[in-house]
């Protein structure tokens, strides 16, 4: 039990079903652990709707919000764990996805971006209803796929990047020219030339897709 403290949680999923079987099972499973009146469930198919709401976080509840970090359109889970604004409104964040790169999972738990991370299959939602009753019980939540993740040895490659290097891949995927970049950042365009295969060399591939995936990952990009 939470205590006196209720336990409010907000899911962002914008796979409508997926939203309703989560919301709903958690309103049912949470009631029995913290009774109806200290547990809220709100559902947002939209990073924006639940900014928009001004969930302002209160000292006497347990706020948790779980996220499904590949939202459609402009929207980027990724994006919002880097958001100091995003990460002050909740005491605990669940990153729920398809991804299984450990190096990039190891990464955010390591950073603390993440309290928990669910995999998207089958079990998916009673596993959500585990990590959130952990949580908000003050527990710490882990799972098989977090544990391999935490002792993996797999560098993640994003990591080894300098933030220079990371100004200049993602300028160039905004469609930036060279020179463009070289003028906003005050060096030359050999510097810039030298920064991008020292980013490509780091990374291991100059294969865009690529890159582009693990800045995505990363919440660079959109």
């Known amino acids: 039990m939470s205590g006196s403290r209720p336990v409010k949680v ?21 009631s029995e652990w913290f009774g109806e009146e200290d547990c809220v469930v709100e559902g947002y198919k939209r990073l924006a709707d639940y900014y928009c709401d001004h969930p302002v976080p209160d000292d ?10 590949f939202l459609d359109g402009n929207e980027n889970g990724f994006a919002a764990l880097r958001d100091p604004v995003f990460r002050g409104l909740a005491d605990y964040i669940i990153g729920v996805s398809r991804m299984s790169e450990r190096p990039q999972l190891r990464y955010m738990l390591k950073k603390e971006l993440l309290d928990a991370f669910i995999a998207k299959k089958s079990g998916t939602v009673s596993e959500i209803v585990k990590a959130v009753v952990t949580l908000g019980n003050g527990g710490d939540y882990r799972n098989e796929v977090m544990v391999e993740a935490l002792e993996s040895e797999e560098e993640d490659p994003v990591a080894r990047l300098s933030e220079k290097q990371i100004e200049i891949l993602v300028d160039l995927d905004h469609g930036k020219t060279v020179k463009q970049i070289a003028i906003d950042m005050g060096i030359g365009d050999k510097a810039v030339y030298r920064h991008r295969d020292r980013a ?9 897709s ?10 660079y990009i959109a």
Do not use: K, M
């Open 200 to 208: 490509y060399e780091r990374i291991g591939t100059t294969r865009w």
């Open 60 to 69: 006497g509840e347990v706020r948790i919000v779980v996220l499904d970090l």
């Open 10 to 30: 907000y899911v962002i999923e914008d796979e409508e079903l997926l939203l309703e079987s989560i919301t709903g099972a958690l309103q049912s499973g949470l």
């Open 210 to 219: 690529e890159i582009r995936r693990l800045l995505t990952i990363h919440g």
